[in-house]
């Protein structure tokens, strides 16, 4: 930034420290489109303020810029944070009272595509609605955000409290952006969480495990945790497998649309290929696994048939048979030795290498008893060394 020197529309200097009066920055220099931005830097009310004043192509000189700078100073015009609080009050003024809700119900209009939204939606009706649900945000008071952390927390539901802190949070934030609401006076805090929690089992539990998915009554389901054993795919990449996504010649499986972003391919096993050979397709419906309208696939695994299958395989209370078998999958790739971390990452389709590193300490065991080994191969020579020199 560069203070403005020009003689003739040269400015009263201020003699407080660090005060530059008016300078401008160089929009896109060596370009058709360079252009000057015309700042002003002054003190209001004991507060140091640096505003935009202009584009010098759009009519901003220094003389005007100096014309601005002792109007906001002697209060005669307002400065553009006070401009932009009073467009949004108007606004507001305008459109009726925003409260949380009618925030979140106009998020819930913009962002249809969401995802999540269905079950963020249940999490907003439940936890802030009635709760603080008819509050402007401004009215909002940190003591009413505890309330709804501590309720949360004291029930053991600590990851539920951030989630539906995290939906406040972005909820007033999207009205803030949209200019609406004015942002809140105090930081929503977010409790921190350690999502880091991997499952495995013992070659035993496995083995227990594949009895109790053969010998269960309910088949779909067991096929369900199979694959998820196999591939170590999500439980929403296998309910809306398509079988022309699963192609047998090249031996892999497309993910459309997975939670890593986009559309991705991972190895189709043999005991992948085993599970949807015994599976009869219905020509009637495109999905692996249907669901009970023509064209819909299964959209909620019966909680019963997961959780008999569990306590049959005497797995832990716990355990989460779906996801948890994703973690297994993971887990023996990591121990084994022969799969690298980027290749465990490819597999898991994680968008970002941090989630695989979880499993990295399964891989630093098997390196260390890789390690182990060759010590016990050197104490072996080492030993015959000394019996070859007792017989001598």
């Not at 192509?57 to 005007?64: F, K, Q, V, Y």
């Not at 927390?153 to 934030?173: C, D, F, S, Y």
Request: glycine share 6%; proline share 6%; net charge positive.
């Amino acid at each position: 930034m560069a203070t403005i020197s020009e003689g003739r529309c040269q400015p009263r200097k201020d003699t407080r420290p660090g005060i530059q009066d008016i300078f401008y920055i160089i929009s896109k220099p060596g370009t058709p489109k360079e252009d000057k931005i015309y700042y002003i830097d002054y003190r209001k009310d004991g507060k140091r303020v640096q505003e935009k004043a202009g584009f010098h192509s759009r009519g901003m000189t220094p003389a005007r810029a100096n014309n601005m700078r002792s109007d906001r100073i002697r209060g005669k015009a307002p400065t553009n944070k006070e401009k932009r609080t009073r467009e949004i009050e108007k606004k507001r003024a305008a459109d009726g009272k925003w409260t949380i809700e009618k925030l979140w119900d106009q998020y819930c209009t913009t962002y249809t595509a969401n995802k999540g939204l269905k079950n963020e939606k249940r999490r907003f009706d439940l936890h802030l609605r009635n709760a603080i649900g008819k509050k402007e945000p401004s009215k909002l008071l940190p003591l009413d955000v505890d309330r709804i952390r501590l309720g949360l927390q004291k029930k053991g539901k600590r990851t539920q409290a951030a989630r539906v802190l995290e939906l406040l949070r972005r909820t007033i934030n999207f009205g803030v952006k949209r200019g609406i609401v004015a942002p809140l006076p105090f930081k929503i805090e977010i409790p921190k969480l350690n999502n880091l929690t991997t499952e495995d089992l013992t070659p035993g539990q496995l083995k227990k495990l594949m009895k109790a998915l053969d010998e269960d009554q309910d088949q779909m389901v067991a096929s369900i945790m199979r694959l998820a054993l196999y591939t170590g795919m999500r439980r929403g990449e296998i309910l809306k497998l398509k079988w022309s996504h699963i192609d047998a010649q090249r031996g892999f499986i497309t993910l459309r649309d997975p939670k890593g972003g986009p559309d991705q391919k991972i190895p189709l096993s043999s005991s992948a290929s085993a599970v949807f050979n015994r599976i009869i397709p219905l020509s009637s419906n495109p999905y692996v696994f249907p669901g009970r309208f023509q064209g819909s696939h299964l959209t909620i695994v019966p909680r019963k048939s997961l959780e008999r299958i569990r306590k049959a395989a005497g797995l832990p209370e716990g355990f989460r048979p779906l996801h948890g078998l994703r973690h297994v999958y993971a887990s023996m790739l990591a121990s084994s030795g022969k799969v690298d971390m980027y290749t465990l990452q490819k597999l898991m389709t994680h968008k970002s290498p941090l989630m695989t590193q979880r499993y990295a300490h399964l891989r630093d065991e098997t390196l260390k008893k890789a390690a182990d080994v060759a010590g016990d191969i050197l104490a072996t020579i080492a030993a015959r060394n000394d019996d070859a020199e007792k017989t001598a």
